[in-house]
């Protein structure tokens, strides 16, 4: 029951925001993906100009660095300490793990896609206890706090946040 009431804390946080018109999880989620796919872009442009010499890359790089800056803008609003950065990064980690996991997936080794599938879950999982506040200040992450910590995140973002939902 402890489990319960400590994922229910969070979740009825989420659904009083939402009855405050404050959230927009669906939309949300929606554009979480489209930064993540705005971080990789940045990371092939930087490559590709690096690869071929070529000055366009780079001037696309900013651009889209630019507005990756903006949407990141709607999802992480006022930050502590260095939430912005790791936000980005939690992002860019966690769909790293998700190409990994699917490459995989077509060698066929299910365990090892799998295995990348729940860290790439849990990082997002992070991201959106992280931004949406839903971490208690006084808990700490530790060697023993962080897997109940990550289990709790995982199983709020599991019953908040649906892409789905319109």
Known sequence: MKQDAEVNKPIEKVNAMKKENKLDLSSDEDL??????????????????????????????????????????????S???EEWCISKHLLASSMRL?????????????GKAQEKFED???LYS????IN?????SEEKIGAQESKTWKDKMGAVVKKIVDCCKE
Not at 59 to 70: I, N
Not at 132 to 136: R, V
Request: aromatic residues 10%.
């Open 79 to 81: 930050p502590e300490a």
């Open 126 to 129: 992070m991201f959106w206890g």
């Open 132 to 136: 949406l506040k839903l971490m208690n």
């Open 98 to 110: 998700i190409e990994v996991g699917n490459k995989h997936l077509t060698k066929k080794e299910s």
């Open 120 to 122: 790439a879950f849990h």
């Open 32 to 77: 979480s993906i489209a930064l993540m796919n705005l971080i990789s872009i940045e990371e092939h442009m930087y490559f590709s100009g690096m690869k071929t010499g070529k000055k366009k890359y780079f001037e696309m790089l900013d651009t889209v660095r630019e507005m990756r800056k903006k949407y990141l803008k709607e999802i992480v609003k």
